[in-house]
Structures are given as C-alpha cells and as structure tokens.
C-alpha cells in the first residue's frame, strides 16, 4: 500500500469517528438535557424582560420602572428576536431549545479543538466532550432559562479562535468580536479577555507573534462593539454597572470571599476532586504546548473571580459551567498525559492503564451524579423540604424531580390566582421575583431581594453571611410603597393552610423578616388563605392584602367565582 493511501486511509479514518464521536456526544447531551428538564426562577427574570420588550414597554422588569435587573443582554435580545419570529411559541420552549443548541455547540466546538491540537482523532481526544455531555451543571442549566450554555459557547470559541490564530496566523478578526459578544452575555468575560491580551502581549515579547498592530486591532474591534452598548445601557438605567452588581457583588468582606472559597470546595466535592488531580501533573510538565497555559491562566482568574464574587446561589454550580469547556479540556489533556507516562513505565503497564481507565470511568459519573443519580436512585437521593413540606424527588400528588420546577409552578398558580381576582393595576410584593412577575400580566412587582429594585439593591449589607444574591432586602421600603398585596412566606402556595401563627415560621430572608417585626404592617395588612384545589400539592394560598383592599377582592371572588384552580 501507498504511503498516499495509508494517509488517505487515516484521514477517512479520523473524518468517520470524529462524526460518529460528535453525534454520540450530542446525542448524549441533548437526552441529557430533556432527561433533567430543570427549571429555574431566575430565568423567569429574563423571560419577564423580554415580554415587557415586546409588548412596547421597554427592556424592563416593570412598565415605567427603568431597573437593569439582568446581566444577560445577548441573550434577552436572542430570546426576544425567536419570540418576535416565532410568536405562538412558547417563551420557555424557545429558550430549551436555545439553551440545548448551544450547549451542543459547545460540546463540538471541544471536539473540533481537540483535534486541531492534535492533528488526529483517538477516543481520548473526545473526552472532553464527553465530560461535558454527562457535565450535570451544563445539561440542568441548558433548560434553565438563562445565558449558561450561550456563555459557555462563546468563551470558548472565543478562546478556540485565539489559539487557533497564534497556531495559523489567520482569521484573528474573530477574537475581540468572539470576546465582545461574550461581555454583551455576562459583563464577567472582560476579565477573560484582558487574561487575552495579556497572554497575546507576553508572546508578542517572546517572539513578535502576534504583532503590536494586532493587539491593537483587537482592542479597537472590542471597544467597536461594546461601547456603543454600555453607553446605550448607562443612558437607559443610570448606573455604570447593572442592578445586579449592587446586590451580588456590591462591597467587599472576609466572609464573602471565604463563601466563595466554600462553593469552590463544594464543586470540586460534588464532582469529584480527584477528576482533576491530572490537570495538575500535566501543568507542573516542563514541555507543555502554548495553550494549556492560556487555558490554566483563563480557568484560574476565572476562579479567583469567583471567590471575589462569593459564589452563587443558584443550584448545579452554575458558575463553574460558564468554563466548563475549557476545564474539561485540561481534564482530558492531563488524563492523555497520565496514560502517555504509563506506556513509558517497565513494569506493569497494562495494570496502569486499566487502574487510570477505572479512574477515568469513575470521574464520568461523577460528573453527572447530580442530575442522573436522582433519576435512578430516587428512593435514595430523596430529601425533605421543610418549608413546603415536602420531599423531592416527589412521590404520590408531588411528581416533581426538581424543587425549583415546582416553585416555579407554585408562583404560577399564585399569579393565575391575582390574575382573576385582584384589582386592575395592583401591587405586589414578593421575594421570589421571576415567574410570578412573568405570569402577572396587569399588575407590577415589587422585588424583595433587590435584583429589580434599585433602592434595594443600592442598601448596605454584610455580603458573605447568607446565600449569594439573597441577603438583601428593607421592609419599611417595601411598606413605604403600600403594595396591595403581600405574599410572604416566599410565595405560599402549600399543600395545607397557614395563620398568622404558622406563616410566621415560613417567612423567609430580611425583607419578610423586617415587615413582620414592623407594627404598621400588622395594622395596614390581614392574612388571607383562598383554598385552590382539594388534592394535590397546590391546594392553599396564603398571603397578606391591604385591609381596604378586602371587600373589592371579596367582591371580584363572588363575580368570578375563580376561589378554585385545577
């Protein structure tokens, strides 16, 4: 045979598993992805945003309220342009659909790096993606509602573009607007950006690649982008940075920093520490290629932001998704440089390779031991709730998997209830602040938690003691604003009734707590419990209305006849 055919032959060879590897993979993510069907409250937030856009009101939580209570732009546009296309859609269904398409872009993005660096296709060089098929963060969050997967994509095309133009000298046009498109999603990817250029001028020293003239460029497209933008943004709201920023990140303290530190120990818990115990025998290497280096130096600001930010509050480690792609690219590099030493060792090689195999079969599931083992081991992975007093994985009425999923429902019903029987034009006060607002249609919220209220957002707090982006809150601001009504208890949609008695012990974070301990709020506001359903895990709604509000709402009950929601 030829030396031309047998390349030929090896070409075909690499084209066939790398197609048949990237469809497995995609496959897997996408099953994944439905499998879990995880939702999130948070991004009913941005759903909210894009209904008001749409209806002429402006990019807005409330009509008339100019309060920038999201950090995901790029993707409240995305979302709004399918919608504005595709109008009998459902918002949450286009957002799935977005949100599993870029996850899997993700996962071939990996795929189609790991061959570029490597010049041929092994089952090793896929494992990256399949680290992020079976990644629990990645696939729980692709049906989330928010910007995961969209930002995952495109901080590592951004980075793919930016090794890719180091190794070939072409197409580099397409780092700054790769890396503006990421700010325009998550303002964070500035860091990951300037790590960008910092790392391009390092080169630039060493051997003149890439040239002064380029960097510059680069800089210049960035800015081309994103400064209309953020001047656009600082004109519309009034702040230099999003309300967002006021209420996570706003201020700084010990215990912040040590939370952060705490969600790190918790993610490397979750997902097994030793997964990543070859990433550092392949970084203390001498000879180490260009880009694990980059790639190490992207990963580690990234976490040191973090801990700056002091995690997250929101489940499956929604953070460390963000730059799972370019982690799980170490993981599989180091395990590549672990199974390389072992063909060098004399003795025993075999037994080497078959205790890394396991090693590496071990690391997969653990990957996705939070969305998969719930699912298999429900009796198992069961846990109590005591707030609403139940357990999830459900069992019986509860066929809920998720907690998250039924309080998103919950606040839906909760809305479906004001719809039919409050005042037009009422106020409404909550702590959860995503569906209910989206399944409001005539009636403003009042965001507890700050994330869309400037003044909330905008008050003092020692960050660090509670959950991240939960610690805010003031009653006698929420009370100064006379709401019409009140849901505490974070929205009380229970399978049994509450008092003034029993809600006490429901109320939840410093805006609940602050109004229960004020003496006005007790005199302006009566508890009302409406009875919703006979069975199942909806069947009471207990909140607080203004005491003048009592016979209008009476009335509506008795002209609608709505007191019941199947």
Same mark, same amino acid.
């Given at each position: 045979? !030829? ?67 999201? #950090? ?270 072992? #063909? ?96 409001? !249609? ?123 929601? !199947?």
């Amino acid at each position: 045979m !030829k030396i031309e055919e047998i390349k030929g032959w090896a070409t075909s060879h690499d084209k066939l598993l790398f197609s048949v590897g990237c469809v497995l993979l995609i496959s897997i993510f996408v099953l994944h992805s439905l499998s879990v069907n995880y939702s999130s409250d948070d991004g009913y937030i941005a759903f909210q945003y894009v209904k008001n856009l749409l209806n002429g009101s402006g990019l807005v939580y409330n009509p008339g309220e100019r309060v920038e209570g999201y #950090n995901n732009f790029l993707w409240i546009m995305l979302l709004a342009g399918v919608q504005r296309l595709l109008p009998t859609v459902k918002l949450l269904h286009i957002a799935d659909v977005l949100g599993i398409t870029f996850g899997a872009l993700a996962i071939l993005m990996v795929c189609r790096f790991s061959r570029m660096v490597h010049q041929r296709v092994t089952v090793l060089s896929l494992l990256a993606g399949a680290f992020l098929a079976l990644h629990s963060g990645l696939a729980a969050w692709a049906t989330g509602g928010l910007e995961t997967t969209l930002y995952a994509f495109l901080l590592f095309s951004a980075s793919y573009s930016y090794v890719s133009y180091i190794r070939s000298g072409k197409n580099g046009f397409a780092v700054p607007v790769l890396f503006a498109l990421a700010v325009l999603t998550r303002p964070d990817a500035v860091l990951l950006f300037g790590v960008t250029l910092i790392h391009a001028s390092i080169l630039h020293l060493k051997d003149g690649k890439p040239s002064k003239a380029v960097i510059i460029k680069w800089v210049l497209i960035f800015l081309g982008i994103f400064l209309p933008y953020y001047l656009w943004r600082y004109a519309y709201y009034g702040y230099p940075l999003p309300n967002t920023f006021y209420v996570k990140l706003g201020g700084s303290s010990k215990t912040k920093y040590l939370r952060g530190v705490i969600y790190l120990l918790d993610y490397l818990k979750s997902y097994g520490t030793f997964v990543f115990i070859p990433v550092l025998v392949l970084l203390i290497r001498r000879r180490r290629q260009m880009w694990v280096d980059y790639f190490a130096a992207l990963v580690g600001v990234y976490l040191l932001y973090l801990v700056y930010a002091g995690g997250d509050g929101l489940a499956f480690f929604r953070f460390v998704a963000y730059i799972a792609p370019l982690l799980y690219i170490l993981v599989q590099e180091g395990f590549g440089d672990l199974y390389e030493r072992a #063909n060098r060792i004399r003795f025993m090689p075999l037994a080497a390779k078959a205790a890394l195999t396991l090693g590496l079969l071990l690391s997969l599931s653990v990957t996705m031991r939070q969305t998969v083992f719930p699912m298999v081991f429900e009796t198992r992975m069961r846990w109590y709730e005591p707030h609403s007093q139940l357990s999830f994985p459900g069992t019986g009425d509860n066929h809920y998997l998720w907690f998250d999923n039924y309080f998103v429902d919950r606040q839906a019903i909760a809305a479906q209830w004001l719809e039919a029987n409050a005042p037009a034009g009422a106020l409404v006060a909550s702590t959860p602040a995503g569906s209910i607002a989206y399944h409001l !249609k005539d009636h403003n919220v009042i965001d507890m938690l700050g994330l869309n209220d400037v003044h909330i957002a905008h008050t003092k707090a020692d960050l660090g003691k509670g959950r991240a982006g939960h610690e805010k809150g003031d009653g006698k601001y929420v009370l100064s604003r006379a709401p019409d009504y009140i849901l505490m208890g974070n929205v009380a949609v229970l399978p049994f009734p509450l008092d003034d008695h029993s809600i006490e012990d429901k109320l939840i974070l410093k805006s609940e707590h602050e109004l229960w301990a004020d003496p006005e709020f007790h005199k302006q506001y009566e508890l009302k419990c409406v009875k919703l359903a006979d069975t199942g895990v909806f069947q009471y709604f207990t909140f607080f209305q203004k005491r003048d509000l009592a016979a209008a709402t009476a009335s509506n009950l008795s002209n609608n006849n709505t007191g019941r929601t !199947k």
